[in-house]
């Protein structure tokens, strides 16, 4: 968080020092694409996942789940979503605890036993109560903002080429690119693993909650299997799941290499389950 402020800090300084006298229109039109962004980014997600608000009667059991580990957790109840895809996940989404939706898939609550199913929605509560999507939405905004800067100066290449005597334009665009360029790929990093260790804190507070790390460990194996195997998975349900790869419980796809690891927005699986498997011997011990 202190190195991601510090981005933030140098990418204010070199707006500022960028647009000289005109910064605070500057900072306006920033402020305002951010409030935008984190106003829309809950319904886009779930529009995207084709998602629906489900009531009581729709999903009883469901409701009653969420109601269950809500009292236990001392939390106010989210919005709970259905997704109609055969992918096993779930996500929570939402600008603050008040307007939060959590969202599972009809695939998940097919593959799942009732405590297995349990883990998983106790780790995406987790997530609304410590205001992950509002965190991670905020930390990723200069990186967005600096990918959109650096098409901006793309666009000014194109322009200055096919101008003459703008050579100038040319110059300040490869040197605007080159900072944005930077500015996003510092902020890429750190967000990237501050979402790790969020997953992380997630699936701690989850197991604490429920009292049965093996269920969420059981859970987080059977949608990795399920997910990476294929499972008789349309791959249109895989593509559109992909792109909501940083909100799920487990990603659809995942890394690699080393560098890939820096770059990914979980833990991997088994890093995940040794933590788990640490914690289920430590409260059996405990007992």
């Keep these: 968080m202190v190195l991601l402020a510090a ?5 204010i300084f070199l707006m500022i020092r960028f647009m000289g006298r005109a910064w605070p229109l500057g900072l306006a039109v920033v402020v305002a694409f951010a409030v935008f962004q984190i106003l829309t980014s809950g319904k886009v997600a779930l529009r995207t996942m084709g998602a629906r608000v489900v009531t009581p009667e729709e999903e009883p059991e469901l409701h009653a789940l ?7 957790s001392g939390m106010d109840k989210p919005a709970l979503a259905v997704a109609e895809s055969r992918v096993p996940n779930a996500c929570a989404v939402g600008r603050s605890k008040g307007k939060a939706t959590l969202c599972v898939t009809r695939g998940l609550m097919d593959a799942l036993e009732p405590p297995e199913l349990e883990g998983v929605i106790a780790h995406e509560l ?7 999507a509002a ?6 905004f200069v990186g967005v903002l600096a990918g959109l800067v650096a098409r901006v100066g793309l666009r000014f290449i194109y322009i200055g080429g096919r101008a003459r005597g703008l050579w100038h334009i040319i110059v300040a665009a490869i040197g605007l690119i080159a900072l944005a360029a930077a500015t996003w790929f510092a902020s890429l990093v750190l967000t990237r693993s501050l979402s790790r260790y969020r997953e992380f804190a997630a699936d701690r507070s989850a197991a604490q909650l429920t009292g049965n790390p093996s269920a969420l460990a059981s859970a987080l194996t059977k949608v990795e299997a399920k997910v990476r195997g294929g499972g008789g998975i349309p791959q249109a349900d895989l593509r559109r799941a992909g792109a909501l790869n940083a909100f799920y419980f ?9 560098a890939h690891h820096m770059l990914s927005t979980h833990p ?8 788990l498997t640490k914690m289920s011997a430590q409260m059996s011990k405990n007992d």
């Design 250 to 258: 487990a990603p659809v796809s995942a890394a690699k290499t080393t």
């Design 66 to 72: 969420v109601d269950r580990l809500c009292a236990l």
């Design 7 to 11: 981005v933030y800090g140098a990418a």
């Design 126 to 132: 987790a997530h609304v109560q410590h205001g992950d």
């Design 268 to 275: 991997t699986t088994q890093a995940r389950l040794d933590r």
């Design 135 to 140: 965190v991670m939405t905020v930390a990723a």
